[in-house]
């Protein structure tokens, strides 16, 4: 039987899904679909009793009421824009309470709370038999502009399903494939028949050896073996031309049937930003309603996805929507002393182009509170208040930062905008800042359409072929001037207004060759999350598409290097991170990180063992902004499974996990001479928490403890480990 921290993890774990699939009732129910009443209603009732049972107070609070609002609503209330915010309200809620697991103390769930209990009142109030399917009007948000679009009725979309504009991945056309699968097995057919006339050939090229062979010759057949070898040999030509041209033929066939299967799958992997884009509308309309902030969202735009760039693109799009009402919006007697509208406004433009698909965030709020972020900077960053805004900006995007002073239902917990670099990232994106006091902010999203290839532009610096992406590149330029400045070389860049100077880094010197930017020399002008910046470089190509290998794939990391792409002449382009390529020159000389770079090193491993979801992920983070490769497990059994086939430097580990625990994993891991040795971390809770003697008989580096959690603490612990103290 698995502990109830088990069952809490488990809960938890689930509530994504549940929280997914009770909007897609509700929404459907919006939408015309009756039916999806008293199966969210179930769907509710189950949360509230495993909640209640699990002593989570707080979710299954918010379950019963919202149980309430469904259960007076299916008694004849007419459901109305209050009703539809408060179930998204409640929903978003029990979301942001599991995915805080640990924190429901923290949590501000009043305002829900109130609302859900105001809906209740006005159904109950209402009276009357609630409308048909075909009857309910879409939820509204009063005098709120026409930009903000609710979910579509359709009076056939009970019968239909979802309307054909959403972002559903196109069906697998069967016939298609299996057509293209034909030919491909017809095309392979044939290759086995002109392996067999290879060999034909090879066996009478083996006849031919033997009568050219001088050992042994009549003199008397002199004349007749001459005359048999050019016979062979004609016949072997033959033979052989004959073979390559139907192989030539089955290569090309091959290919062509091999591409046109490559496109119907990645049809079907595409989808449309609608589903999505209706997504941000919902998430800003229930923060605004949460926070009590009149704003307008508006959505414009659409474009074509790879469905896992969706997947990745959709929660760090709807953490950006979210803070900018939270943070960006000002209260409405804040936004009238300084003379703006009460109404705020957010508007989230999607615009596609060749290689990819720019989606921007932009509210016209009260911008980045930059001396607040140096204030929270100061103890941890050194020489902060010398730094400008520009400077500033990459580290909004650290794990576990928050400008909050209080917690909240939205914010307030660390956790947001490190989720956007990340999972940006992780798409070979960009994202980039614009932040104005007092005018607002925009925030630039810019991921490739497919995770299949990416378009770049190949550049050359002494023994490296490297490429960036193209939607990183401003523009190519030839240095004229080079101004040596006390922060380092600048360039000035022709044409623009301001004759803008941005920072120039040596390519070559950053991946630890000599040389440094002259004039003659080409350069890239690059974006960056905050601005621009140029690289010089030895040579460049035209953009051209590629096939990548990303890094996790590689049997090698490097800081600079997210992927390779094979070449036609074998070799191979090193795609480069533009973000970590200016950390790294904004560092030099002082870190002198180009010496580090030289090398494609590999970084220290970490495995993290841990059952609780948001706490695998919190762990996970802190290691990767210490700048460890990290890989997970979610129980004692895959942990063990792991440290075998990769050793890792460093092992962190919860105790209590369902299929095998973590001092049997450790126990495991020290029969082994290869993991013997390995630093272990364990973390803990007071009623787990085994005795001394066991632990130092497993030779456990540390204890920590989950209630008392300190970030720094494990910094420190993970920092002697690793430096075999």
Not at 483 to 500: C, I, Q, W, Y
Request: with cysteine; charged share 25%; proline share 6%.
């Amino acid at each position: 039987m698995r502990s109830r921290a088990d069952l809490v993890a488990a809960f938890h774990r689930a509530m994504s899904d549940r929280v997914t699939q009770a909007t897609d009732l509700w929404l459907g129910y919006e939408h015309g679909q009756a039916g999806n009443l008293p199966v969210l209603r179930r769907l509710l009732h189950t949360l509230k009793g495993e909640a209640h049972m699990l002593e989570l107070l707080e979710c299954g609070d918010l379950a019963e009421l919202a149980e309430s609002v469904i259960d007076a609503a299916r008694g004849g209330g007419r459901p109305t824009q209050l009703t539809g915010d408060s179930i998204l309200g409640a929903l978003e809620a029990l979301g942001l309470l599991s995915a805080s697991a640990g924190e429901e103390a923290a949590l501000d769930l009043e305002g829900v709370k109130a609302t859900l209990r105001a809906a209740h009142a006005e159904l109950q109030g209402g009276g009357g038999r609630g409308p048909a399917a075909d009857e309910l009007a879409p939820p509204r948000l009063d005098g709120a502009a026409e930009s903000v679009a609710p979910p579509r009725l359709d009076a056939e979309l009970g019968a239909r399903g979802a309307p054909p504009d959403q972002a559903a991945p196109a069906a697998l056309d069967a016939a298609a494939v299996g057509a293209l699968l034909q030919e491909l097995q017809r095309l392979h057919g044939e290759r086995e028949v002109l392996q067999r006339r290879l060999r034909e050939a090879q066996r009478m090229l083996r006849a031919l050896l033997v009568e050219i062979d001088p050992r042994g010759a009549d003199v008397d057949r002199f004349a007749e073996r001459i005359t048999k070898t050019l016979g062979y040999g004609a016949e072997i030509e033959r033979s052989l031309g004959a073979v390559r041209a139907d192989w030539s033929s089955n290569e090309f066939a091959a290919g062509r049937a091999l591409g046109e299967l490559d496109e119907v799958v990645q049809k079907a992997s595409v989808v449309r930003t609608e589903r999505l884009l209706n997504q941000v509308s919902l998430a800003a309309r229930s923060a605004a309603r949460m926070l009590g902030k009149d704003v307008e969202a508006r959505v414009e735009g659409t474009g074509l996805l790879d469905a896992q760039v969706e997947r990745r693109l959709e929660p760090a799009l709807l953490h950006l929507v979210r803070n900018a009402i939270d943070h960006g919006i000002e209260p409405a007697d804040v936004r009238a002393r300084r003379g703006k509208p009460a109404r705020g406004t957010v508007a989230v433009t999607v615009v596609q182009t060749d290689a990819a698909v720019r989606v921007e965030v932009r509210d016209d709020g009260g911008g980045v509170d930059f001396a607040r972020l140096r204030e929270v900077l100061a103890p941890s960053v050194k020489d902060v208040a010398s730094l400008d805004d520009a400077e500033l900006v990459p580290y909004l995007f650290a794990h576990g930062l928050t400008t909050s002073r209080s917690v909240g239902a939205i914010s307030g917990r660390g956790v947001g905008l490190d989720v956007v670099a990340r999972e940006i990232g992780a798409l070979g994106g960009q994202v980039r800042v614009d932040s104005r006091p007092g005018l607002g902010t925009t925030i630039l999203l810019v991921v490739p359409k497919s995770l299949h290839g990416e378009e770049v532009v190949p550049i050359s610096s002494g023994r490296f072929r490297c490429a960036v992406p193209t939607h990183a590149v401003r523009s190519v330029v030839l240095l004229d001037e080079v101004l040596h400045t006390p922060d380092g070389p600048r360039v000035r860049l022709a044409g623009e207004p301001s004759a803008e100077l941005v920072p120039l880094f040596s390519l070559a010197a950053l991946l630890g060759d000599a040389g440094q930017p002259a004039p003659g020399d080409a350069a890239l002008v690059l974006h960056h999350a905050a601005g621009l910046f140029a690289v010089s470089v030895g040579g460049y190509e035209n953009p051209r598409p590629v096939s990548l290998v990303r890094s996790e794939e590689l049997p090698f990391t490097s800081p600079l290097v997210r992927g390779v792409a094979p070449t036609a002449d074998g070799e191979a382009l090193l795609l480069l991170d533009v973000e970590r390529l200016f950390a790294c020159g904004r560092q030099a000389p002082r870190e002198a990180p180009s010496a580090a770079a030289a090398e494609l090193k590999r970084e220290p491993l970490a495995l993290v063992v841990e059952d609780a979801p948001v706490a695998r992920e919190l762990l996970c983070g802190i290691l990767r902004a210490l700048g460890l490769r990290v890989e997970e497990a979610s129980d004692g059994r895959e942990g063990l499974a792991l440290a075998r086939a990769t050793p890792p430097d460093v092992v962190l580990t919860d105790l209590e996990m369902p299929y095998m625990g973590g001092l049997e994993m450790v126990a495991e891991l020290r029969r082994s001479p290869a993991l013997a040795r390995v630093p272990v971390v364990v973390l803990t809770t007071a009623a787990d928490e085994p005795s001394g003697a066991a632990l130092r008989g497993l030779g456990v580096r540390a204890v920590l403890s989950k209630q008392r959690f300190v970030e720094e603490e494990l910094r420190q612990i993970i920092a002697t480990s690793l430096g075999g103290a």
